[in-house]
């Protein structure tokens, strides 16, 4: 029986940092965020060390235009609260030799409501297409922008791992929630 692996990260920071300059407004979130579930648990962690690149955004009315950008999350940031099960997390992900996951988004026009976003992740030497739709929403407090991407191990030559007789799904979702 496969089981489920979720790893929710909050990769679309840096649609929401970039627009930091142009609006004068403070990030409040700045970290990625992931969930790894199976059917014995459910393993939270998170990575504080989230670098952004060659990020531009310009905001006319209600739309928000950026440039191509990158997006860096360094593998040896990402924490579950357990050094042995983040070694085996680091191991399987290809660490020492891959040492961060870069997510290198194209050019992004957005409003309120439903939006489209694509680009390429690179993990494990495997540069790959992704697509996400997200929301943008608005309020008195600021911007939000939630959104999900499937992507799957196998695709970056990652096995899925297994976790006693149980094999773990090679489907990972990735959701990702920001706010400035």
Known sequence: ????????????????????????QQIRQKT????????????????QKVELQEL????????????????????????????????????????????????????VTAQPGKNRLRGTILLNGQEKPFESEFELTKSESGVTITGTARLR???????????LLFSIDDEIEIAYNVQF
């Not at 990158?70 to 990402?78: K, N």
């Not at 191990?153 to 976790?163: G, H, K, Q, T």
Request: contains cysteine; aromatic residues 6%.
């Open 56 to 107: 531009s955004i310009k905001q006319e009315g209600q739309t928000y235009t950026s440039n191509a950008f990158r997006v860096i999350v360094p593998l040896e940031g990402m924490t579950t609260g357990n050094q042995n099960r983040d070694s085996n997390m680091l191991e399987i992900l290809g660490y020492p030799g891959t040492k961060e996951v870069i997510a290198r988004i194209n050019p």
């Open 153 to 163: 191990l196998s695709d970056f030559s990652i096995a899925p791992p297994r976790l």
């Open 32 to 47: 990625v965020g992931f969930t790894l579930s199976h059917t014995l648990k459910s393993v939270k962690g998170t990575c």
């Open 1 to 24: 029986m496969k089981q489920t692996i979720r790893i929710s990260i909050f990769l679309i920071i840096a649609l929401c940092a970039s627009l930091q300059p142009l609006l004068a």
